[in-house]
């Protein structure tokens, strides 16, 4: 069955050949005052745009935009107060509020029509929560296209108010890769440093995923070094994404102790048969197949026996202190 196409009137009523053939039976005459009532209700179910005021559409559910800049919607303001409002908005009835609706899509426009005080003109449409997402999807993939990091967070947002992940891949238009370094991108880097970022358009998703890698591997509280870099002084995203970038390496490399030297092993016979290097992740011992190669066949036969006679005297050690 095709996907009902959420930008699309509803199908007009059944033809005059339906009610001839006892399909439908019409409930009232076509004449007089029941005519004109008839033809009202039809009109609020069509695709005519409506009038309602900004106050009575609330814009809660998840967004798909990170914050808009004051100045873009006072911008978009301006042009609204004078050419009027082009593009009309898409809302649904709230069915436990008469009289008031929810976004689905357009809270820019919504936004710049509060600050001026005038009406939305808006479809109205009676949506379940999942076509509502889908629309608010498909208008976009219309429109200029969300960042990366905006689908991600949109993603987790879906995932987190509990829409099944078919309804999600078809919202972002995404496979099921696609979804998973999504998530995991927006469970990784703290959603406050995203917001102090913005949507940085020209990051793509593997710096994105490259970021939340070093996240995972570094001990650094990110939120604090990205309070500390005075980033609302930065004019672009994609600037303040590299000077968290940078931020982040720099503070690693001056929490890493200097790398030590390896450690020669050398028997008595003055043969230098092992090296021992420590570092933050591993103590590595490296035994020579050129100098020593029949001891180091020898440790390898015996290697799991003799680690574990070295663990179990460390274990003894430990208990007799």
Request: proline share 6%; net charge neutral.
């Given at each position: 069955m095709a996907r009902r196409n959420l930008f699309q009137p509803p199908p007009p009523p059944s033809s005059a050949d339906e009610v001839a053939a006892g399909?439908?039976?019409?409930?009232?005459?076509?004449?007089?005052?029941?005519?004109?009532?008839?033809?009202?209700?039809?009109?609020l179910s069509s695709n005519a745009v409506r009038e309602i005021p900004a106050d009575l559409i609330e814009e809660d559910g998840p967004r798909d935009r990170l914050a808009f800049p004051d100045s873009d919607v006072a911008s978009l303001a301006a042009s609204i107060k004078e050419h009027g409002q082009q593009v009309p908005i898409m809302v649904r009835p709230l069915a436990d509020k008469p009289g008031r609706y929810k976004i689905v899509y357009g809270r820019r426009r919504l936004r710049a029509l509060q600050s001026i005080g005038l009406a939305a003109r808006a479809l109205v449409r009676t949506l379940s929560d999942e076509e509502a997402i889908l629309a608010q999807g498909q208008e976009n993939s219309h429109r200029l296209d969300p960042s990366f990091i905006e689908k991600a967070l949109f993603a987790a947002q879906l995932?987190?108010?509990?829409?099944?992940?078919?309804?999600?891949?078809?919202?972002?238009?995404?496979?099921?890769?696609?979804?998973s370094r999504m998530t995991k991108v927006a469970r990784t880097i703290p959603e406050t440093v995203i917001h102090m970022i913005?949507?940085?358009?020209?990051?793509?998703?593997?710096?994105?995923?490259?970021?939340?890698?070093?996240?995972?591997?570094?001990?650094?509280?990110?939120?604090?070094?990205?309070?500390?870099?005075?980033?609302?002084?930065?004019?672009?995203?994609?600037?303040?994404?590299?000077?968290?970038?940078?931020?982040?390496?720099?503070?690693?490399?001056?929490?890493?102790?200097?790398?030590?030297?390896?450690?020669?092993?050398?028997?008595?016979?003055?043969?230098t048969f092992a090296e021992v290097k420590d570092s933050p992740r591993a103590l590595t011992v490296k035994m020579s197949k050129v100098d020593t190669p029949e001891f180091t066949q020898w440790m390898l036969d015996n290697a799991e026996v003799e680690l574990k006679g070295l663990y179990e005297a460390w274990k003894s050690d430990q208990k007799f202190g």
């Open positions: 399909e439908l039976k019409p409930r009232f005459p076509n004449t007089g005052a029941m005519s004109g009532v008839k033809s009202t209700l039809k009109d995932s987190d108010n509990g829409y099944d992940q078919p309804v999600i891949l078809d919202a972002l238009a995404i496979d099921k890769p696609m979804l913005g949507s940085a358009h020209g990051v793509g998703r593997r710096r994105w995923e490259h970021l939340a890698d070093k996240i995972k591997d570094s001990n650094a509280d990110l939120v604090q070094i990205a309070s500390d870099l005075g980033l609302d002084k930065i004019p672009t995203s994609d600037d303040r994404f590299a000077r968290i970038v940078d931020a982040i390496s720099r503070s690693d490399k001056a929490a890493s102790p200097t790398k030590s030297s390896p450690h020669m092993i050398v028997s008595d016979d003055g043969k």
